[in-house]
């Protein structure tokens, strides 16, 4: 499965943004997805998951309240919306599938497919 990050941009502490990703060449509801960011100098983190069909989601603590993982299955998309942002939060976020059948991680090891990241700027 090919997937592909978009959405990010330049927003105000305290503001909001939703990344999408899109995903292709596979039946994206066999997949969980998940988001992670790496900001420079940093390793890259793991920000949220989702279940096949959305039934669980899973969130990093400190985005927990904050973010939202959803997917539309329809669409072939999974999507991060981010509110109250902070500084930082900015990062280049990822977009990441792994088979459903080995259900949620929230290590980056874990996942086999991989989209082009998006960055998130928030000024303060």
């Known amino acids: 499965v090919q997937l592909q ?3 990010g941009g330049l927003v105000q502490a305290g503001g909001s943004l939703r990344l999408s990703c899109a995903a292709s060449g596979g039946t994206f ?18 920000v949220a998951a989702i279940t096949r069909y959305g039934a669980f989601t899973y969130y990093a603590d400190s ?3 904050r973010f939202t993982i959803s997917r539309d299955d329809a669409k072939n998309l999974v999507y991060l ?5 902070k500084p930082e939060d900015a990062a280049v976020y990822s977009c990441a599938a792994r088979p459903y059948y080995r259900s949620y991680s929230s290590y980056t090891a874990d ?12 000024s303060s």
């Open 29 to 46: 509801s066999r997949y969980v997805m998940g988001w992670f960011r790496q900001a420079p100098g940093l390793e890259r983190e793991f």
């Open 111 to 122: 996942y086999d497919y991989w989209g082009q990241g998006t960055q998130v700027t928030v």
């Open 81 to 85: 919306s981010m509110n109250s942002l």
């Open 5 to 7: 990050a978009s959405g």
């Open 63 to 65: 985005v927990k309240g």
